[in-house]
């Protein structure tokens, strides 16, 4: 039985942005489009930026401290070639030193892995599955990494508490393309779309392939975890009576793609080292430009979409960076003070299809900074690794005589502080917003984890003054015995200090 496929089409309240294809392919969108969230210029003028600059404000001076916060009104297009340009101005080794210390075993660990996949595409070529499949058969993808207890993993991803370091593990360091395939086929989407079982799951390869494992942060096994909570907020019910198949679809694949090819260094090292990124970008949303172009170049590498009328794959490629552009953390008060806004007017209309892609731009958002809501036992992990990445970074600006980015000086900053200030003014504000608009069970529970893991921190902290104050005490009070036995007039003056510095410490600790 043949069957017969067709884009479903989504009632645009907006006219869709012109675009031109030249002789290279490249699109440019005309500054009148609202797709990307580009402000009104006379609202430039007066705020300087995308949030504002209020020396009053907190949380603005914080997100403005985390990085450049222009906006660009009209955005290029142009998919990046792959590893077509040079890793960074300064030597690749000194962001990735363990790259040119692994052995030829280890190298050819991963090597091992992608054969093994690769090895189902050979298998479905020789299989009825390659041109789509009735939706009464089941697509089952299983490999020797995705039986047993993987597998039983799988039926609880919807599962806030879902451990995706242990599902990383089992699945041999093949997290991203087992939960995203899986997801896909879970809501019926290659079916729906059509999608070559072969195409999919080498753009799947291909695109964990594309994040740097040396990143202790911003690599696969994240993308997975935000995938996995994308997934999540997917199935709240506002969204899940809502949402169409196209928006699903849109929604995991942005989430899996969101950090796509990302360096390990943030917008503004980029920029002070003149990096080829920064000035392709202007200087704007640098990373999460590269993070779209990035995976619309593995899409058109692929074919993915390529049985799709040209049109609605251009459409479909420029929403999903829509919804990656939404991820830039300088842009976040911006974002917020939409989505208040909406919800103060109460006039959120899922039925509109803008206002549902502004919901996914939110989910998506909420969902790339969502580990501070995770158990206690997977935040700190999480915060431990983006606190590594940002000292790396740190130990290469020093190392280069440049200025040290902030949270990025190990000598400065501490897991916890850092922490603290990222919950206080940028977690907690975006999640109180959401659980208005999605008051839930899981909504109060990422909240509840979130007061937690603040209160947790906090406490480690308050545990390590007392370690210094008794050290600094008792340095003290060894500084005052010598002096005693130099000075025997001031012995007993001395002494008296000691005899009452150390049991301050004492009652501290």
């Not at 731009?361 to 900074?369: E, F, N, P, R, S």
């Not at 740190?394 to 280069?400: M, Q, S």
Request: glycine share 6%; aromatic share 8%; with cysteine.
């Amino acid at each position: 039985m043949e069957v017969c496929y067709q884009l479903p089409v989504l009632p645009l309240d907006r006219p869709v942005p012109k675009h031109v294809l030249s002789r290279r392919g490249a699109i440019s969108f005309s500054s009148s489009s609202s797709l990307f969230g580009a402000p009104d210029p006379r609202q430039l003028s007066q705020r300087r930026g995308a949030i504002s600059y209020d020396s009053s404000d907190q949380t603005a001076l914080y997100i403005r401290m985390l990085g450049d916060v222009r906006v660009r009104s009209q955005v290029g297009f142009e998919p990046e070639r792959r590893s077509s340009h040079p890793y960074l101005c300064i030597d690749f080794r000194t962001l990735h030193t363990r790259l040119g210390c692994g052995s030829a075993s280890a190298a050819s660990g991963p090597e091992r892995r992608v054969h093994r996949l690769l090895s189902f595409q050979r298998y479905l070529h020789s299989s009825r599955l390659l041109r789509g499949v009735p939706q009464q058969i089941p697509l089952h993808i299983l490999d020797e990494d995705y039986t047993g207890q993987a597998r039983c993993m799988l039926e609880k991803v919807g599962n806030w508490n879902f451990d995706i370091f242990r599902f990383d593990r089992l699945t041999n360091g093949n997290s991203l393309i087992t939960l995203t395939f899986h997801l896909l086929n879970q809501y019926g989407l290659v079916e729906l779309f059509q999608l070559d079982m072969v195409k999919l799951w080498r753009f799947l390869v291909m695109v964990q392939e594309d994040y740097h494992s040396d990143n202790p942060y911003h690599n696969a096994v994240h993308a997975a975890d935000v995938t996995q909570a994308m997934y999540c907020y997917l199935r709240e019910p506002m969204l899940a009576k809502s949402l169409t198949s196209y928006d699903i679809l849109l929604g995991l694949l942005a989430a899996a793609t969101h950090d796509l090819g990302h360096p390990g260094v943030n917008q503004p090292f980029l920029i002070k080292t003149d990096h080829y990124l920064a000035t392709l970008y202007r200087n704007t949303s640098v990373l999460e430009n590269h993070h779209w172009k990035s995976a619309v170049g593995l899409l058109r590498e692929t074919g993915l979409f390529s049985h799709l009328p040209a049109e609605d794959s251009l459409n479909m490629e420029r929403e999903l960076g829509s919804l990656i552009l939404a991820t830039d953390i300088s842009r976040q008060n911006e974002y917020l003070s939409r989505f208040r806004m909406h919800l103060d007017q109460d006039n959120l209309c899922l039925s509109n299809a803008s206002h549902r892609h502004f919901i996914l731009q939110m989910a998506l958002k909420c969902a790339d900074i969502c580990n501070p809501c995770r158990p206690w036992e997977q935040s700190k992990q999480w915060s431990e690794k983006v606190t590594e990445e940002f000292f790396q970074q740190g130990d290469i600006e020093k190392k280069h005589k440049l200025e040290v980015s902030p949270l990025c000086d190990r000598e400065m900053n501490t897991v916890g502080n850092i922490q603290i200030g990222f919950m206080t003014y940028v977690a907690e504000p975006l999640f109180a917003e959401w659980a208005r608009f999605s008051d839930t069970r899981l909504s109060q529970t990422m909240l509840g984890h979130m007061g937690l893991n603040k209160a947790s921190w906090g406490g480690l902290q308050q545990e390590q003054t007392p370690v210094s104050e008794e050290a600094e005490a008792s340095i003290a009070s060894a500084g005052d015995a010598a002096a005693a036995r130099r000075d025997a007039n001031t012995a007993t003056v001395a002494g008296g200090t000691s005899s009452k510095e150390i049991p301050q410490g004492s009652r501290e600790s």
